[in-house]
C-alpha cells in the first residue's frame, strides 16, 4: 500500500477516535475517558484489507487470522496455533493457553515491537508490510511461541514448557530453551538453517540473530553457562556464540565466526577463533520528537507542507491515545 495512502486512513481512523474520547468527556457519568487505540493493529488490518481489493483468493486466510480478530494479540496467536497444533493440543485450545499465559500489556508490547523488527530488518519482507511478517516469518512465530513457553516456566510448568519447545523446533527448526530471556524488538531469521539457544542465554533489546546461529555452552561449565548478547547487537549467519561471555552492545558477530570471548562494544568480530577486526559506527537515530517542526516544511512547496501537517498530526493523535506507547511514552 502506498504510504499516503496509509497515512491518510491512519488518520481517519485517529481522527474517529479523537471525536469518540471527546464523546466520552462530554459525558459526565464515563468511568474513563480514554479509548485504547492500537496503530500497529490498526495498520495491519489496513493492509489486509487493501490486500483484498487486489487479491480476493487471500480472503479466508485473512478474515480467519485478521480480520475476524479482536485484537493483535488474538490474530498472532492464531496463526501460530495453527501452525504448531497436534492431536494432544488442537489449535482452539493452544490459544487459548497463549491468552491465558501472555501478559496483555509487557507480551504484547513485546510481539508488536517484535512484529516492527521482522518488517524493518527482513529484506524478504516488500516494503516493510506488517501484515506480511505476522503471517509469514518463521523467525517471529518462534519468538511468540518461546514467549508462551518461557511464561510456562516462570509458572513452574515445565513439562508443557518443555512440550510447546520440542513442538516448535520441528516447524521452525529453532531450540530455544524455555528459560532463555528475550527483550523486545528481536529479529530472528529462522528457517531450515536452526537456531539453537541455551537456558542461561539473555538477549537484550534490539538484537538481530540470523539463521544458524548458535548461543551455546562449552561443555566445561554448568549453571550460568551461555551467552549474555546486549541490545543492538547483530549474531550473522552461523555464527557460534559459546559460554558465559557477553557480546557487547552494538557489537557485530561475522559469518560463520566462532566467540568463546567477551566482544567489547561497538566493535566486529571475525575468524576461527573470532578476532577483533574492526568497529562499529553507532547508528543515532533522527529526532522523531521535535517540538517545532515548522523549520522542516518547505514554503515553497504546498505539497511537502501538507504532507508535514498530516504526519504531524498522526503523531499528535498517536501521543494521546495509543493503548500503549512503544518506548516509555516516546513514538
Known amino acids: 500500500m502506498e504510504d499516503d495512502t496509509m497515512q491518510s486512513k491512519l488518520l481517519d481512523k485517529l481522527e474517529s477516535v479523537d471525536q ?6 462530554s459525558d459526565m457519568t464515563a468511568d474513563n475517558n480514554h479509548i485504547d487505540f492500537d496503530p500497529l493493529w490498526e495498520q495491519i488490518k489496513m493492509e489486509a484489507e487493501y490486500t483484498l481489493e487486489t487479491d480476493p483468493s487471500a480472503g479466508p486466510q485473512l478474515y480467519t487470522h485478521i480480520l475476524s480478530q479482536s485484537s493483535l494479540l ?3 496467536t492464531s496463526i501460530v496455533s495453527h501452525e504448531i497444533s497436534t492431536k494432544l493440543i488442537p489449535a482452539t485450545s493452544l490459544q487459548n493457553l497463549f491468552l491465558e499465559m501472555l501478559d496483555p500489556i509487557e507480551d504484547q508490547k513485546a510481539i508488536s515491537l517484535d512484529i516492527m523488527a521482522s518488517a524493518m530488518r527482513s529484506p524478504s519482507i516488500v516494503d516493510g508490510s506488517a ?7 518463521q523467525g517471529l512465530h518462534a519468538l511468540v511461541c518461546h514467549r508462551l513457553s518461557h511464561r510456562l516456566w516462570q509458572k513452574d510448568r515445565t513439562g508443557l514448557a518443555y512440550y510447546i519447545q520440542s513442538t516448535v523446533s520441528r516447524p521452525y527448526s529453532t531450540v530455544i530453551h524455555p528459560a532463555a530471556t528475550f527483550g523486545n524488538a528481536i529479529y530472528l531469521n529462522a528457517g531450515s538453517a536452526g537456531v539453537v539457544i541455551g537456558e542461561t542465554a539473555v538477549i537484550d533489546d534490539d538484537v538481530t540473530i540470523l539463521q544458524g546461529v548458535t548461543l551455546g555452552g562449552t561443555g566445561k561449565e554448568r549453571g550460568d553457562r551461555h551467552p549474555k548478547v546486549k541490545k543492538n547487537a547483530i549474531l550473522q549467519q552461523h555464527c557460534s556464540v559459546l559460554g558465559n561471555i557477553e557480546v557487547g552492545e552494538g557489537a557485530i558477530i561475522a559469518a560463520k565466526s566462532i566467540v568463546t570471548k567477551p566482544v567489547p562494544k561497538y566493535t566486529k568480530v571475525n575468524g576461527v577463533p573470532a578476532k577483533i ?4 559506527t553507532r547508528y543515532t537515530p533522527p529526532d522523531l520528537l521535535v517540538e517545532n517542526d515548522s523549520e522542516s516544511i518547505s514554503t515553497n512547496d504546498a505539497t511537502d507542507a501538507t504532507e508535514n501537517d498530516k504526519i504531524r498530526r498522526i503523531k499528535e493523535l498517536l501521543r494521546k491515545h495509543s493503548a500503549f506507547l512503544l518506548d516509555d511514552g516516546n513514538l
Open 131 to 137: 501484515l506480511i511478517g505476522v503471517l509469514f516469518n
Open 277 to 280: 577486526i574492526g568497529s562499529v
Open 20 to 25: 469518540q474520547s471527546n464523546d466520552v468527556k
Open 74 to 76: 488474538h490474530a498472532v
